[in-house]
């Protein structure tokens, strides 16, 4: 629980605040930009909600938080909101929100289909985004883009009797994996649903493409506020930074419109600019 003792000095005053256990992960900003900023090495409170619909995203972002570290006057208010998830973003795509600290904070995502729906990474265990998703028709599959964000995967498994994939070089994070990929070649995991081996952050990093429209990049590839444009950073490749980029090359030959990564913000342009802003990103990265 945030503790506003703890609570960090560029917070406004008000209700919201954010204390010193925070991990700087993004996720708030994500959630609320309105309300949560960046200091730097942490988020902070830069202003207090001023309407409805900013005051839910606030406490959308308080479940959201990994560590609990966003307080409030009045937490119970947080009921109002879990209902909120899996947060519709496209079509049949939603953000699944409750971030896990196991996985610093990493996005996850669920996607319906009519042939089984797909969680992308996992969120922490969280019983009422389980009844959620059995109303949405359950979890057919689960995709772990890396051994990072891995998270409550185990628990979404068995409670559905899903299926989970992850690639060989990673799966050492994944013991109860039933699919486990192998090799740099795309393969088809169901119709419309292919895996993208991306080694480079990892070994065993891979990307999800579904419908040619939506690219789960986990943290091979984001979008980023400050710079408005596609990025990868060779500070957070764990792997090999030449992979990545051949891993980024690969990208060239797929037609996609949306990122929706581990960390960082989801991207949303026309898929011819897309590819140029890929195109762009792999000169930067050769530099
Ligand atoms: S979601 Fe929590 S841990 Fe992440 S940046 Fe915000 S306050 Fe910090």
């Known amino acids: ?136 028709g359950g979890i057919a599959a689960i995709f772990l883009t890396h051994r990072d964000d891995v ?17 060989r070089a990673d799966a050492t994070a994944m013991p109860s994996a039933t699919r486990i990929l192998a090799g740099e070649e795309l393969q088809t995991l169901a119709p419309g649903v292919v895996a993208v081996p991306t080694p480079g952050h990892t070994a065993g990093h891979c990307a999800l493409l579904v419908d040619d429209t939506w690219l789960f990049t986990g943290d091979h590839l984001w979008w980023s506020r400050d710079q408005r444009r596609l990025s990868a950073s060779r500070s957070v490749c764990w792997f090999s930074w030449d992979e990545q980029i051949r891993s980024m090359e690969r990208l060239l030959d797929l037609r996609f419109s949306w990122v929706l990564p581990g960390h960082g913000e989801r991207a949303h342009l026309d898929q011819q600019r897309m590819h140029e802003e890929v195109a762009e990103l792999i000169a930067r990265m050769r530099e």
């Not at 079509?91 to 996850?108: K, P, Q």
């Not at 998270?151 to 690639?167: G, K, L, Q």
């Open 1 to 136: 629980m945030a503790s506003r003792a703890r609570s960090h000095a560029e917070n406004v005053p008000g209700s919201f605040f954010v204390d010193d256990t925070c991990i700087d992960c993004d996720t708030c900003r994500q959630v609320a930009p309105l309300v949560f900023a960046d200091a730097g090495d942490h988020s902070y409170v830069r202003v207090q909600p001023g309407s409805h619909d900013q005051e839910r995203a606030a406490l959308r972002a308080v479940l959201c938080c990994p560590t609990n570290s966003i307080g409030t006057d009045d937490r119970a208010r947080t009921r109002e909101v879990v209902g909120d998830f899996p947060l519709p973003i496209d079509g049949d795509v939603s953000y699944c929100g409750f971030n896990a600290e196991s996985s610093f904070g990493g996005n996850s995502y669920f996607v319906r289909r009519a042939d089984g729906n797909w969680l992308i990474d996992a969120p922490r265990w969280m019983p009422a985004l389980a009844e959620r998703f059995e109303r949405m």
């Open 151 to 167: 998270a409550d995967a185990a628990r979404y498994a068995e409670r559905f009797s899903a299926t989970c994939v992850i690639h």
